[in-house]
C-alpha cells in the first residue's frame, strides 16, 4: 500500500524518529507530555476502517467494543520491502506478521484486560515498519458507548470516559475524532468529550467516514463546521469486503471524483492519502511547537535527579561510608513513605499514580465493600423467605404471628456469614500482598 506520504523532507523524519526514542526512554512516565494523535469515536463509527487504511493492516474486528486496551500505534515508513510487526505489552516484546496481528492484539488485550468484555487502561504498543506507511504515533482508544451489553460493567461509559479524557486532555494531544457520515455531528458523544478540553478545535481533526453511505447533505456538513473543528475535515470511504488497500484506494478516489454530490467536495478534504498527509503535517507542527518546552522539562527532571545523585558519596571506599550511604538512602525513602501514606502528600510524584498507595488502598476498600454490599448474602429479598421456611420446618417451634423465632433469625444469620467469611480475609490477604512484597519506589 502507498500512501505518497511518506516523509519527503529530512527535519519531519529526524523529529520523528527523536519522538520515537523519547518515548522508548519512558520520559512520559516522568510526567513530560509528548505531541501524541489520539484517535476517539463513537461505537460503530468507524475507528478501525481509518486505522486500518493508514496502517495497511487488519485489526481486529467483532461486535460491541473490539478495542478494550489503549493501542499505541508507531508507524514508520521504511524502504524494506517485508514489513516488520511486533507488540509489546507488560514489559513483553512479541513479534508478529501481517497475517497473525488481528490475533496478536486479541491474545495480548485478554492478557491485559480479561476473557470478558471489560476494558483496561494498560496500554499496548505496536510498532508498524512498513513500505509507504506515514510516520506517524497514533493511540487508538475504546469506542464510546453509552448501553452496557451482556458482560459488560454497568458504568461502562464512565470508563471508557475517563480514559478518553486522560488522553485528550493534554494541551501537547491532537484529537482525531472519528464521525460517522450517517449521523449528525452535534449528537456524537465524541464530539462532546473533546469539546470540554478544546473548545475552539485548535487541536481537533474530523475525519468523516461512510461517506459513500450518506452522501445526501455532507459538503453543507462539512463545510458549516457547527461543532468546532478547528484542523478541519477529511471524508474518507471505507474500505468494503475483500478490498485489497490498494483497490480500496482507486476506488475511493474514483467515488469522489465521479459522484454527483460528493465529488463536489474539496479534493484537499477527501481520501485517506490526504488524511494521512494531514497527520503528518500536523503532528510535525505539534512537535515544533512543543520541543522546546519539552527540553526544557527533560533538563529540569534531569537536573533534579542529578541534585538527588550529588548528596550521596561519590566514592564508597570503607563499610562506614557504604553504611552511612546506606542509612541516608533509608532516612530518604521513610521520609518519602510518610508523606504518601501518613500526610498524604504527593508533590514528589505528582504524575506517578502507582506511588499514590493511599489513593490505591482507597480504591481497593471501595471494592471490598462494593463486593460485600454486592453479594447474594448481602441482598434483603431474595430467597429469604424461602429460607425462612425452611428454618422454621426445621426448627417445629411455636411462635408469635408476624415474628421470626430466634433460634430461626439466629441460624439465617449464620448462614449468611458463613457465606461471606472468607470474602475479608482474602481482602486482608490482597492489602498484604500489595503492601509487603514492594519496594518503596513501587507503591
Known amino acids: 500500500m502507498d500512501l505518497s506520504v511518506h516523509p519527503s523532507s529530512p527535519p519531519t523524519t529526524t523529529a520523528f524518529v527523536h519522538f520515537s526514542m523519547l518515548r522508548k526512554l519512558m520520559v512520559m512516565e516522568e510526567g513530560i507530555e509528548l505531541p501524541t494523535i489520539v484517535v476517539v469515536g463513537d461505537q460503530s463509527s468507524g475507528k478501525s476502517s481509518v486505522l486500518e487504511s493508514l496502517a495497511g493492516i487488519s485489526l481486529p474486528r467483532g461486535r460491541g467494543i473490539c478495542t478494550r486496551v489503549p493501542l499505541i500505534m508507531r508507524l514508520q515508513h521504511h524502504s524494506y520491502p517485508q ?98 457520515a450517517t449521523v449528525d455531528f452535534p449528537t456524537c458523544e465524541s464530539i462532546r468529550m473533546s469539546q470540554r478540553v478544546d473548545k475552539t478545535g485548535k487541536r481537533t481533526l474530523a ?32 474500505r468494503i469486503g475483500d478490498e485489497s488497500y490498494e483497490e480500496a484506494r482507486i476506488e475511493e478516489a474514483t467515488l469522489f471524483q465521479t459522484h454527483h454530490l460528493l465529488s463536489k467536495i474539496d479534493k484537499s478534504m ?79 510524584y505528582p504524575a506517578e499514580k502507582r506511588m499514590h498507595c493511599t489513593a490505591r488502598l482507597v480504591e481497593m476498600l471501595n471494592q471490598f465493600s462494593k463486593q460485600l454490599h454486592g453479594s447474594v448474602e448481602s441482598d434483603p429479598i431474595s430467597d429469604f423467605l424461602m429460607d425462612e421456611i425452611k428454618i422454621l420446618e426445621e426448627s417445629k417451634e411455636i411462635s408469635l404471628p408476624n415474628f421470626l423465632p430466634r433460634t430461626a433469625f439466629l441460624s439465617i444469620l449464620r448462614k449468611k456469614v458463613k457465606a461471606i467469611s472468607g470474602t475479608p480475609i482474602e481482602f486482608v490477604g490482597k492489602l498484604w500482598r500489595y503492601q509487603v512484597p514492594r519496594s518503596p519506589v513501587d507503591f
Open 83 to 180: 514489513p516488520e510487526l511486533s507488540l509489546e505489552f507488560n514489559d513483553e516484546v512479541v513479534s508478529t506478521d501481517e497475517d497473525h496481528i488481528s490475533e496478536a492484539i486479541n491474545d495480548a488485550t485478554e492478557r491485559i484486560a480479561g476473557h470478558g468484555k471489560g476494558i483496561s487502561n494498560n496500554p499496548i504498543t505496536l510498532a508498524v515498519k512498513k513500505m509507504g506507511v506515514p510516520d506517524l504515533t497514533m493511540v487508538d482508544l475504546p469506542g464510546i458507548t453509552r448501553v452496557p451489553v451482556k458482560g459488560q460493567p454497568e458504568n461502562i461509559y464512565e470508563q471508557i470516559r475517563d480514559i478518553i479524557m486522560e488522553y485528550i486532555r493534554p494541551e501537547e494531544s491532537i484529537i482525531l475524532n472519528v464521525l460517522s
Open 207 to 238: 475525519v468523516v467516514t461512510k461517506a459513500d453511505q450518506a452522501p445526501e447533505g455532507l459538503l453543507e456538513k462539512v463545510t458549516a463546521d457547527d461543532v468546532n473543528i478547528g484542523l478541519g475535515y477529511v471524508c474518507v470511504r471505507n
Open 270 to 348: 477527501v481520501g485517506v492519502p490526504v488524511l494521512a498527509q494531514k497527520l503528518v503535517q500536523i503532528q510535525a507542527g505539534s512537535i515544533a511547537r512543543n520541543l522546546p518546552e519539552i527540553v526544557k522539562k527533560i533538563n529540569a527532571k534531569l537536573n533534579s535527579n542529578l541534585a538527588e545523585l550529588n548528596k550521596l558519596p561519590k566514592h564508597v571506599s570503607s563499610v562506614a561510608e557504604a553504611t552511612t550511604a546506606f542509612m541516608q538512602i533509608v532516612g530518604l525513602v521513610k521520609e518519602s513513605l510518610k508523606k504518601i501514606l501518613i500526610r498524604g502528600e504527593f508533590e514528589e
